[in-house]
């Protein structure tokens, strides 16, 4: 079976993550090719089944993604995640949903693009003394930070910059992560497979990689694979991967900070079965051998 690893052209080789899992599946008889997504050279219909893995640039065209997405859905190409589950995690205006539907979400004020709001207004309203600001789609915290209402005047232009081309997502300051760091649990064909904790260098609210984070093995509790269970029982379209990120508050409670089914590092490097549970979540949802 001819696999595409979608990629962007930052990673044309693939990132070390995905490395290791192609490696794998090579050696349980699958061919993996790596594809830029937004390489025009590519014939997606070669594939028999195209896996998108690490497009990290496509926020930056956003259009140009969802365009590419719509020639996979008109040729009828086999794509995991679904591309109807691409479209909804795309853009996290998905948390609206699943607040709505009770799921715990640290609190957050949604902005519309083009539209006018006070930043010192809405953290007055919320009695936040300290918010993130972050766009609605983006990836690896890009033109994400942290505002404190006490100097919430000199972050005024950059929020109105922002919202000229993109909504906006204030979010309620979460102390937790940084203090114990941020959960992210991967799961293969909805099942559970491994967790890491992620947690940023001193002095930053980033836990990711390439801002100084770092992460380490997780072990979860039984109570929080079960409420995980019961946010992922929320979704009814089919998941090959799915990276559910949070962290437990004071009371012990998951709180959700993202559903990663677009583009997560899957942390295969902090488990030695990971990618024996990919490819049998992979060989069951394509129903077939690697031949």
Request: proline share 3%; hydrophobic share 40%; with cysteine.
């Given at each position: ?11 044309p080789?693939?990132?070390e993550?995905?490395?290791?899992l192609?490696?794998?599946?090579y ?15 590519i014939d997606?219909t070669?594939?028999?089944c195209?896996i ?12 140009a993604f ?16 679904p591309?109807?589950v ?8 998905y ?7 009770g ?31 972050k ?6 915290a890009?033109?994400t930070w ?5 100097t919430?005047?000199?972050h005024?232009a ?20 940084v203090?114990?760091g941020?959960i ?17 260098k001193?002095?930053?609210f980033r ?7 770092y992460h ?7 109570s ?20 559910i990120?949070?962290?437990l ?32 979540a992979?060989?069951?949802?394509t129903?077939g051998s690697?031949?």
């Amino acid at each position: 079976m001819l696999l595409a690893f979608v990629t962007d052209f930052e990673h044309p080789d693939l990132t070390e993550d995905d490395v290791l899992l192609a490696q794998y599946l090579y050696s349980k008889g699958y061919q993996v090719h790596p594809a830029v997504w937004d390489d025009n050279t590519i014939d997606w219909t070669s594939f028999d089944c195209v896996i998108v893995r690490s497009p990290w640039d496509y926020f930056h065209k956003v259009d140009a993604f969802t365009a590419w997405l719509d020639l996979l859905e008109e040729k009828r190409i086999k794509v995991f995640n679904p591309i109807s589950v691409l479209r909804w995690n795309h853009d996290k205006s998905y948390l609206l949903r699943l607040r709505s539907e009770g799921v715990l979400i640290p609190q957050f004020y949604y902005c519309h693009k083009n539209q006018t709001y006070s930043l010192s207004e809405i953290l007055h309203n919320h009695q936040w003394s300290k918010a993130v600001i972050k766009p609605s789609i983006s990836g690896g915290a890009y033109k994400t930070w942290v505002v404190e209402l006490a100097t919430i005047e000199a972050h005024t232009a950059d929020f109105e910059d922002l919202l000229l081309y993109r909504d906006v997502i204030i979010q309620k300051y979460a102390h937790e992560i940084v203090d114990r760091g941020e959960i992210s649990m991967i799961y293969f064909n909805k099942k559970f497979s491994h967790a890491v904790c992620k947690k940023a260098k001193a002095g930053d609210f980033r836990v990711q990689s390439e801002h100084g984070g770092y992460h380490q093995s997780y072990t979860p509790d039984v109570s929080l694979l079960k409420d995980l269970d019961t946010i992922l029982g929320l979704i009814t379209d089919p998941l090959l991967y799915a990276r559910i990120d949070g962290y437990l508050d004071d009371q012990g409670r998951f709180n959700l900070m993202e559903l990663e089914f677009l583009e997560p590092l899957l942390f295969f490097d902090s488990d030695s079965g990971a990618c024996h549970r990919f490819t049998a979540a992979l060989s069951q949802m394509t129903e077939g051998s690697p031949n």
